[in-house]
């Protein structure tokens, strides 16, 4: 069963913690992508990878960090320094190169107090 | 910097009326795409428009490239409940391997 998957769902964290969010994918894409998504807006790419060992920047990449390690596994980490962490977290997947449509997960809910 | 200028922002209408979101761009485009995104849930890729003028259908939904190719619309016929969430233009972002998406126009279906 290809797909995406991101654990948890849900996360609830407290203010000044790291948190790292999970996204693997068994498509066999080279690319892979982080979004953040605020209640009633769009999606701003936070960072992107179009190959093992290798990432870009995205829009608002201030207080995140990334690693791709693995073809399959992009993990994101949501570090104290994000002045606004509470959102909705969603990763995605594509064949490499800007005319491919684009696969996502579930999301990660992420809630920081 | 790059825009993606999508209308309406939100659009109520009663099941069975028509609804049109449009996308605008502020640079010509390669191609653009479609994403609907439902309440609570994710975007899936709905269709990828490439050619100038191209119109292509899927069902109910008829999707238009416009001759310049700075602009697209989505077209819904007699719109279902089925057909509630939030759609989303992307266009490939300059200088870069990703894309860029529009703020989305979140539709309502009133039974």
């Known amino acids: 069963d290809g797909g995406i998957t991101q654990s948890p769902k849900y996360l609830f964290r407290k203010e000044g913690q790291n948190v790292t969010l999970s996204c693997e994918q068994n498509?066999?894409?080279?690319?892979m992508y982080w979004y953040r998504q605020d209640p009633g807006q769009g999606l701003r790419l936070i960072y992107y990878?179009?190959?093992?060992?290798?990432?870009q920047k995205g829009d608002i990449a201030e207080g995140y960090s990334v690693s791709r390690e693995k073809k399959e596994s992009f993990p994101l980490t949501v570090t104290s320094a994000q002045k606004n962490p509470t959102a909705f977290y969603l990763c995605?997947?594509?064949?490499?190169?800007?005319?491919?449509?684009?696969?996502f997960g579930p999301g990660t809910r992420l809630t920081v107090t | 910097g790059q825009q993606v200028m999508q209308i309406p922002q939100y659009q109520h209408v009663q099941e069975g009326e028509d609804f049109t979101t449009y996308c605008n761009s502020s640079?010509?485009?390669?191609?653009i795409q479609w994403y609907k995104q439902r309440p609570g849930g994710h975007p899936v890729f709905l269709i990828q428009?490439?050619?100038?003028?191209e119109v292509k259908k899927q069902k109910r939904l008829t999707f238009q490239f416009g001759e310049a190719k700075k602009n697209s619309s989505l077209h819904i016929t007699a719109t279902q409940t089925t057909d509630v969430g939030t759609y989303f233009c992307?266009?490939?972002?300059?200088?870069?391997?990703?894309?860029?998406f529009g703020t989305g126009t979140r539709l309502t279906v009133i039974p």
């Open positions: 498509l066999n894409h080279d690319a």
């Open positions: 990878s179009q190959i093992v060992n290798d990432f």
């Open positions: 992307a266009e490939p972002e300059d200088g870069a391997n990703n894309l860029f």
């Open positions: 995605a997947s594509s064949i490499a190169g800007r005319l491919y449509e684009q696969y």
């Open positions: 428009l490439v050619k100038s003028g």
């Open positions: 640079t010509t485009l390669s191609n």
